[in-house]
Structures are given as structure tokens and as C-alpha cells.
């Protein structure tokens, strides 16, 4: 055998044993009952697939894709305008993309609790409309879906920017000067010009962000605490709290469902468009 | 529009900065309340008389030193294997790996050990905390290293055999070399995603190996307070020393 083939046996060891195989468990399990000690018991049975169309779940599910659409979008919003000035920017191009790249470097767990810490009662931002005297009791700022969005937002955020400037920074300069030789203003180059041509950094950023979110179970249950339910919760209290694993297994297959059909959908596509 | 563009960059980098600024600064406050009162270090005193802190930091460590090394060396010869010959079937799994939430890895981690635990009689520790983390890093491993090597003319490899070296002599000293900084960069991203994980690790970690993220999430769910407050700052400065030593070394 050769040598590049004794290569990738680790990793086909490692994604068999501890991907495909649990994979494969748990697809068992959501065809399975649950047993009366927690576990999992024949007979086998698709009432945990059926169980999914109660509207309690489907909310839960459409709550979820809500949830990550709109951080999605904000992402855009906000990263789009910034990647265009790191693109455009000359002489501090590399220290921008290295501030946007930080948060990859430091905990994602530290920046959620870094907005559990700002939004709390006495936290910074009611700390501070206390003392100017805007509001006169502390606002529940966390433990709602607004700080739910907002912590998903931020910790996505770069994973918008960067695709976006990587394809700006590709983009060829003479398109957009033939937009302003043509009469274009600066404003309208940008939303009729570039922003078609950022189209597949845009969807990929787009992926890199919504997939995440949609299955999002910390910063719901940190910055939500417990009271948005997110399909990503919904799945850990059933292997926990509930100990229903064959439903909770159900759940988790209609999500890896999902994720992979969108995936797979988009990038199928995108590369239809290109060719 | 250049000012505008230049007023928005600044609200955007204070948005992105100013959350872990001020939760640093306020480490340092002696006060649990977000008032300033004066400069103290109490929090870090408490922090370091914490035991449980102590001892999720050091499994922490433990896990994160030895999953790096497994996915460095795993995904390198499996980068390498790819770049000599592509499997589709391969690079599909790593990538659906990379795709899979988080909660979803971690529950059928949890059914593959707890269906394995019925033969064999173990229990969930540090060992199954390294395993997932191998799992979950050998895919990023394998795209920086992939990225790397699509640099890296292949003629380079075939020149050194034509010069007398063997298979392995050519990977070890024309290839592995020519990796240097990839694999420095694969095994610093290996390192921080494996030291920061919770979701995964929750659900594989047994009731004695709590890691770090842990016992912060666990403080955290109870309310913010100024010692975890101090733990971050600690954690961020650490990350950003490292990053920017590895640069340093990367650019020498």
C-alpha cells in the first residue's frame, strides 16, 4: 500500500468510530421507544417523527429558523458596510482584519458572558440610563429573545465579514469605475454594483452564520436563560432533564436533516449560477 | 461616503471590542456592582483560591494539549493523503462534521459511549472529553493544512525523489518543512477551539472531569459575577499573548 494511503486511516478511523458511528446510534434511537429507566426499547416505531408534527415543536422549530434568519440578516447589515471599509482601506488593512479575526481567538463562551455581564440588572447599560436618569428601575434586558439575538449576532458576526472582504478584495476595481464613468453616484455603485458582485461571499457568510445559529444551544440557554427554547435546547433536555432520548434523537435527525439539505441546496445553486 | 463608511467602522469595532473591554476592566474593580469604586485584585485572588476553577483549569489544559496534538498529527498526514490523492467521500464526512451543530455531536457522542459502556464497564472521564475534541478538530486541521499545501507545487515533492530521497524522505524533509506555519496555525486553532468548547464537552465529560468552560458556564448560569469577570480577562490575555507570539514566530 502506499504511503498517502496509511495517511488518511487515522482520520477514517477517528470519523467512523466517533462520527459515523454515533450517527448511525442515534438514528436508531429516534426509531426506537423510550424505556422506562431512561433508556432506549423496542418495539421499533416512528411515533417520535410523528411526535414533531404536535404544534408545540413545530413553533419550537419555526422559532428556531426565525431566530437564526433574522440574526443571519443583522449579520449583513452589519458586516457588509464594514467589510467594504477594510477593502477599501490602504495603509491599516492588516490591522483591521486582524481586530475582526480576534473573537475567533478568544472564548466563545467569554464573549456571551461578556453581555450576561453588560445586561444584567446592575449591569453596565442599566448602570448607566439609571444615572442619566432615563429610567428609574433597572429594564429585563437579558432572558429574552432580544438578548438571545443579540448574543447570536455578536458571535457570528465575524463569520460574516470576513467571506465578504475576501471576495470584495477580489472584485475587479475597473466595475465599479465604470459604474461612477457612467454617472453612478457613490451610493447607488455600491448597492446596484457591488453588492450583486459580493453575492457569493454574501452566501457563504450567510451559511457560515445561519447554520450555527440555527442550532444554537448555548447562547440561548445562557442569555435566554431557559425561557427561549431553541430546538438546540430542546434537544439537550431531552438526553438530560426529560431523558427522552428517542424523541430528543428524532429532533436531532430533523435538524442534521435540515442543515445538510440547505447546505447542500445553496452551494448546488451557487454553482449552477457560476456555470 | 468615505466618512460615513469611516464613522461606521468605528461603532463597528466598538462593538466588537468594548463587551470584553469593559468586562476586563471591571475585573478590577472592587465592587460586584458595575460602579467603579477603586483598583483592586480580589477577584483574581479569588480565582486562584478556587479549587474548582484550579482543577478545570488544569483539565482544561490536559485536554486541550493532548487533543491538539492528536488532530494536528491526524489531520496532517490526512491533508497530506487528500493532497496526493482527493476522496470525496472524505472530505464530504469532514466537512458534514464541521456542519453538525454542536448539540447534535454532543448527544450522539454521549449514545455511542453509553451504548459502549453496556460491554465494556467504564465511565465517562477525561479520556472521552479527548476523544470528542479529536473528533471535532481534525476537520479544521485538515482545511488550514489543505489550504496550505494547494500553495505547494507538487513538482517540489517529485524533484527531491528524482534527487534519490524515498517517499517518506521527501514528505518528511520537503513537505513537513514547507508546512511549518500551516501546521503552527492548524494547531493554534486546534488548541483554542478544544480549550473553549462547552456544548460538546458537557455532555461527554464525567461528573470528575469538569473542564474550564464548565465550571465557568456553571458560575455564569447562576448570575455574572466579578470573579468570572476576572477569569476571562485572564483567558483573553492568555489567547491574545499566544496569537501574537505565533505571528512573531510565523514571521521570524
Redesign the interface.
Known amino acids: 500500500m502506499?504511503?498517502?494511503?496509511?495517511?488518511?486511516l487515522?482520520?477514517?478511523a477517528?470519523?467512523v468510530g466517533?462520527?459515523?458511528?454515533?450517527?448511525a446510534?442515534?438514528l436508531a434511537?429516534s426509531f426506537l421507544a423510550r424505556g422506562v429507566y431512561g433508556g432506549v426499547e423496542r418495539p421499533w416505531t416512528l411515533e417520535n417523527y410523528q411526535r414533531l408534527l404536535d404544534p408545540l415543536y413545530l413553533t419550537i422549530l419555526l422559532r428556531s429558523f426565525g431566530m437564526a434568519l433574522l440574526a443571519t440578516l443583522l449579520c449583513l447589515i452589519?458586516a457588509f458596510?464594514?467589510a467594504?471599509?477594510?477593502s477599501?482601506s490602504s495603509r491599516h488593512k492588516n490591522l483591521?482584519l486582524q481586530?475582526?479575526m480576534?473573537?475567533?481567538?478568544?472564548?466563545?463562551?467569554?464573549?456571551t458572558?461578556?453581555?450576561?455581564?453588560?445586561l444584567?440588572d446592575?449591569?453596565?447599560v442599566n448602570?448607566a440610563l439609571q444615572k442619566v436618569g432615563i429610567i428609574h428601575a433597572p429594564l429585563q434586558l437579558l432572558y429574552n429573545d432580544g438578548a438571545v439575538l443579540l448574543g447570536l449576532v455578536?458571535g457570528y458576526?465575524?463569520f460574516m465579514v470576513l467571506p465578504i472582504y475576501a471576495t470584495l478584495e477580489r472584485l475587479d476595481p475597473s466595475l465599479p469605475e465604470a459604474a461612477a464613468d457612467l454617472g453612478a453616484r457613490?451610493?447607488p455603485t455600491?448597492l446596484r454594483v457591488i453588492l450583486p458582485l459580493s453575492r457569493p461571499g454574501i452566501v457563504a457568510g450567510a451559511i457560515l452564520v445561519f447554520?450555527?445559529c440555527?442550532?444554537?444551544?448555548?447562547t440561548p440557554?445562557?442569555l435566554g436563560g431557559g425561557r427561549t427554547v431553541l430546538v438546540?435546547n430542546l434537544?439537550?433536555s431531552q438526553?438530560t432533564t426529560a431523558r427522552d432520548?428517542p424523541f430528543?434523537?428524532a429532533v436531532?435527525m430533523l435538524?442534521?436533516l435540515l442543515?445538510?439539505l440547505l447546505?447542500w441546496g445553496i452551494l448546488r445553486r451557487e454553482s449552477e449560477q457560476l456555470t | 461616503m468615505k466618512r460615513w463608511l469611516g464613522l461606521y467602522a468605528v461603532v463597528f469595532f466598538a462593538f466588537l471590542h468594548l463587551p470584553l473591554l469593559t468586562l476586563s476592566v471591571f475585573s478590577f474593580n472592587s465592587s460586584r456592582f458595575t460602579v467603579w469604586e477603586h483598583f483592586s485584585l480580589d477577584w483574581y485572588r479569588a480565582v486562584f483560591r478556587d479549587p474548582e476553577l484550579i482543577e478545570g483549569t488544569w483539565n482544561s489544559v490536559i485536554v486541550a494539549v493532548a487533543a491538539t496534538l492528536i488532530s494536528t498529527v491526524v489531520g496532517t498526514l490526512c491533508a497530506y493523503g487528500l493532497w496526493k490523492r482527493g476522496s470525496r467521500l472524505l472530505t464530504g464526512t469532514l466537512y458534514l462534521s464541521l456542519v453538525t451543530p454542536e448539540i447534535v455531536t454532543g448527544i450522539s457522542l454521549l449514545a455511542l459511549f453509553q451504548w459502549m459502556f453496556r460491554w465494556l464497564h467504564w465511565h465517562l472521564g477525561l479520556y472521552t472529553v479527548i476523544l470528542a475534541h479529536v473528533a471535532f478538530s481534525i476537520a479544521y486541521v485538515v482545511i488550514v493544512i489543505s489550504a496550505r499545501l494547494r500553495t505547494i507545487s507538487p513538482n517540489l515533492e517529485e524533484a527531491a525523489m528524482d534527487l534519490g530521497a524515498s517517499e517518506w524522505g521527501a514528505f518528511f524533509y520537503v513537505i513537513l518543512p514547507a508546512l511549518g506555519p500551516g501546521i503552527i496555525a492548524a494547531a493554534l486553532l486546534a488548541l483554542t477551539v478544544s480549550f473553549d468548547d462547552y456544548v460538546i464537552t458537557s455532555m461527554v465529560a464525567g461528573v470528575d472531569s469538569q473542564t474550564l468552560p464548565m465550571v465557568i458556564y456553571a458560575m455564569a448560569r447562576r448570575g455574572a459575577s466579578p470573579v468570572i469577570n476576572a477569569i476571562s480577562a485572564l483567558i483573553t490575555v492568555f489567547f491574545g499573548l499566544l496569537i501574537v507570539i505565533s505571528q512573531r514566530v510565523r514571521e521570524a
Open positions: 502506499k504511503l498517502r494511503s496509511w495517511f488518511v487515522p482520520t477514517w477517528w470519523m466517533l462520527f459515523a458511528a454515533p450517527f446510534i442515534v434511537y452589519l458596510p464594514a467594504l471599509f477594510i477599501r483591521y481586530l475582526v480576534l473573537p475567533f481567538w478568544t472564548s466563545f463562551l467569554v464573549r458572558y461578556a453581555w450576561l455581564f453588560l444584567r446592575t449591569g453596565l448602570t455578536y458576526l465575524p457613490p451610493w455600491v447554520i450555527p440555527l442550532g444554537a444551544y448555548l440557554d445562557l438546540g434537544v439537550q438526553f432520548w430528543g434523537a436531532s435538524l442534521m442543515v445538510t447546505v
